[in-house]
């Protein structure tokens, strides 16, 4: 009986050490990526903004404008490398009920690298309909998992619909954890046209209307846990000008600064704390819990063996 068990302790034991790497470098990277099942919700604040309101043909200022993010993993459109996500953002001036702008985003990411394809119906939505010719490249909601460098990405931004550099600028902690801080510039750049626009607002003949451009100018600021790619914070300063295609008259038709709330930062860091601890279980605690559980039962069957023919040589003597 000794001797069976040692020999059952041995295989098992040879099973657990080669299982050992196999687990680390192969179920570990299979199973480590974007999930499919993500869902979280963030609120940013911006006290003191001004904006145009469009009802009543007045600039609003000293508003509060709240911006509510909603991003959940759209398993069905998923595949086996790609996670579907679809996020919902809601800019609302709360004071008085009114909604400044909804915009939608189905972004389709390669589960490893975080990078945006372009399949799986992925597009760009907002008042005006939903727009799936948009081309996605460069990173969009997250950073590659467990990978995230001291470097300058390119992320794309949906309100431009195009990819800007987003500059790697020191580290900073955000609700006790430590991350990497990214900053991005997106310039002055047209993304609507409004055919005719009153003079008088413009500072040009007030009988007149003009064609105008709408030209969005930000500046956005993540801070990425380095352990899982997931932003924890985010800031965005934002303008908005009506100009003329030859820059005579011109107005700012919005201006505002989203911070995020410290609830909603706390909410970002549990959920990260949790992502990393499963990739540690995956890359690290497993697999050494595998390897040291093999090496104690090979012991065991080694010894088991040699007892058991210590004890046979010992009854045939």
């Known amino acids: ?6 020999w059952v302790a041995l295989v098992l034991g040879f099973s657990l050490i080669a299982l050992a790497p ?12 974007v999930p499919k099942n993500t869902y979280q919700k963030s609120t940013l604040e911006a006290p003191g903004a001004s904006y145009f309101d469009t009802e009543t043909g007045q600039m609003r200022t ?9 991003t959940a993993g759209n398993a069905k459109a998923s595949t086996g490398d790609t996670t579907v996500l679809d996020s919902f953002t809601v800019l609302e001036d709360l004071s008085i009920g009114k909604k400044v702008e909804v915009q939608s985003h189905k972004a389709a990411l390669n589960r490893k690298t975080s990078q945006l394809t372009n399949c799986c119906g992925a597009g760009i939505g907002s008042e005006a309909g939903f727009d799936s010719s948009v081309r996605q490249s460069g990173l969009g909601i997250s950073w590659p998992i467990g990978d995230v460098e ?5 992320f ?19 609700q006790g954890l430590d991350t990497y801080k990214f900053v991005m510039h997106v310039g002055p750049t047209p993304i ?7 003079g008088r607002l413009l500072g040009l003949d007030a009988e007149q209307n003009y064609a105008v451009d709408r030209v969005y100018e930000a500046n956005v600021s993540i801070w990425v846990d380095p352990r ?8 965005q300063q934002v303008t908005t000008t009506l100009r003329t295609s030859d820059s005579t008259g011109s107005m700012t038709a919005a201006s505002f600064h989203l911070k995020m709330t410290a609830d909603s930062q706390k909410a970002l ?7 990393a601890r499963l990739i540690s279980t995956l890359k690290t605690i497993t697999p050494l819990a595998s390897l040291l559980i093999g090496v104690a039962l090979l012991a065991a069957g080694i010894v088991l063996v040699r007892r058991s023919r210590t004890e046979t040589s010992a009854a045939q003597a």
Request: hydrophobic content about 35%; glycine content about 6%.
């Open 156 to 174: 794309f931004d949906t309100t431009t619909k195009r990819t800007w550099p987003m500059n790697f600028e020191g580290k900073e902690k955000i």
């Open 228 to 235: 899982t790619g997931a932003p924890v914070n985010r800031e």
């Open 62 to 70: 000293g508003a509060t404008l709240v911006a509510t993010n909603t």
């Open 22 to 33: 196999l687990q680390r470098f192969y179920v570990a990277e299979q199973l480590i990526g």
């Open 269 to 275: 860091v549990k959920k990260a704390d949790e992502s």
């Open 192 to 198: 609507a046209k409004i055919d005719s626009f009153s």
């Open 1 to 6: 009986m000794r001797r069976t068990l040692g």
């Open 150 to 154: 001291q470097k300058t990405y390119q």
